[in-house]
């Protein structure tokens, strides 16, 4: 039997990453759903967003402010607040905010990723900058996370 309750602490420091332009917060861990899935919350700063990748897991995003360009298996489109973007585990994409103003988002991520772990180790190998792709994906391995290229541009626009 699962319990439910009430997980918030609200107060903790995010999760930076600067080459990526990341702020980032755990608002539900993976142990709190016994693994099914966590919550986390992004802050990405204007013209920003993380390498193109792909992992096992689901993505579920809420835009709750801004506007950004998702590339998902090669497909472009805009999503903006209050919009809803789905991205099946294993597709490969990114995202980039293309405002002018820091852009926020909910993410659930199912089954769960130990983000914390996660983006504390990546802001660990991304501490000069952006590396490229064959060290991402060195580290990515301990994660089954493939990086695939640069960061999406807001330049590249939509395709349909």
Request: aromatic share 10%; charged share 20%.
């Amino acid at each position: 039997m699962r319990v439910s309750f009430l997980y918030s602490r609200g107060n903790e420091p995010p999760i930076r990453i600067p080459a990526i332009g990341l702020d980032q917060f755990v608002r539900l861990p993976p142990a709190t759903s016994g693994g099914d899935f966590c919550f986390i919350e992004t802050i990405n700063a204007p013209g920003a967003g993380p390498p193109r990748h792909r992992h096992r897991e689901a993505e579920i995003f809420r835009v709750l402010e801004g506007r950004y360009l998702y590339e998902v298996d090669g497909r472009r489109f805009f999503a903006g607040a209050g919009d809803v973007v789905s991205i099946p585990g294993g597709a490969a994409h990114g995202f980039v905010n293309v405002t002018d103003a820091p852009a926020r988002q909910y993410i659930l991520m199912a089954p769960a990723l130990d983000a914390v772990a996660f983006f504390t180790e990546l802001a660990g190998v991304m501490h000069d900058g952006l590396p490229d792709t064959g060290a991402l994906n060195a580290f990515g391995a301990k994660w089954q996370v493939e990086f695939l290229g640069p960061p999406v541009r807001a330049t590249e626009g939509p395709t349909g």
